[in-house]
C-alpha cells in the first residue's frame, strides 16, 4: 500500500489549502481514511477522519480545526483530500494520510487505529 501526499505548501494566516492522498494498493472507499499533523517537538494529532464507504458520511475532526476543515474522498480517483479554509499559525506542520486496514469501531482518532502511512506534507502558515 502507497499513499502519496501532496498539497502543502507556505501560505499566509487566513488562506487556504488543500492536501491531496493518493493511494495505491487499497481501495479508499473500503477503508476509514484520516489525516494526522505534526508540529516541530510535538506529537502527531489527529486532525480529521472519514470512515469507510457505507459509514463515510460526514467527517469527524479535531476541535482545533472544526469549522475550518473538511476531509473528503473521491472514489473515481482513489484518493483523499482536506480542505483546510482560514489557517492559523498553529496549523504549521507536517500532514499525514493514513489508511485503517481494519474498521475498528470507536471514533478511529488514534495514531494506532492505522496501519498505512504517507510520506508527510509541509504546511507552513505565516502570521
Known amino acids: 500500500v502507497q499513499l502519496q501526499a501532496s498539497g502543502g505548501g507556505s501560505v499566509q494566516a487566513g488562506g487556504y489549502l488543500r492536501l491531496s492522498c493518493a493511494a495505491s494498493?487499497?481501495?479508499?472507499?473500503?477503508?476509514?481514511v484520516a489525516w494526522f499533523r505534526q508540529a516541530p517537538g510535538l506529537e502527531r494529532e489527529f486532525v480529521a477522519r472519514?470512515?469507510?464507504?457505507?459509514?463515510?458520511?460526514?467527517?469527524s475532526y479535531a476541535d482545533s480545526v472544526n469549522g475550518r476543515s473538511t476531509i473528503s474522498r473521491d472514489n473515481a480517483k482513489n484518493m483523499a483530500f482536506l480542505q483546510m479554509n482560514s489557517l492559523k499559525f498553529e496549523d504549521t506542520a507536517v500532514y499525514y494520510c493514513?489508511?485503517?486496514?481494519?474498521?475498528?469501531?470507536?471514533?478511529?482518532?488514534?495514531?494506532?487505529?492505522?496501519?498505512?502511512w504517507g510520506q508527510g506534507t509541509l504546511v507552513t502558515v505565516s502570521s
Open positions: 493514513a489508511v485503517a486496514e481494519r474498521h475498528i469501531a470507536g471514533p478511529m482518532i488514534d495514531a494506532d487505529d492505522y496501519d498505512y
Open positions: 472519514i470512515r469507510r464507504g457505507a459509514y463515510g458520511g460526514s467527517g
Open positions: 494498493g487499497r481501495t479508499l472507499s473500503r477503508h476509514a
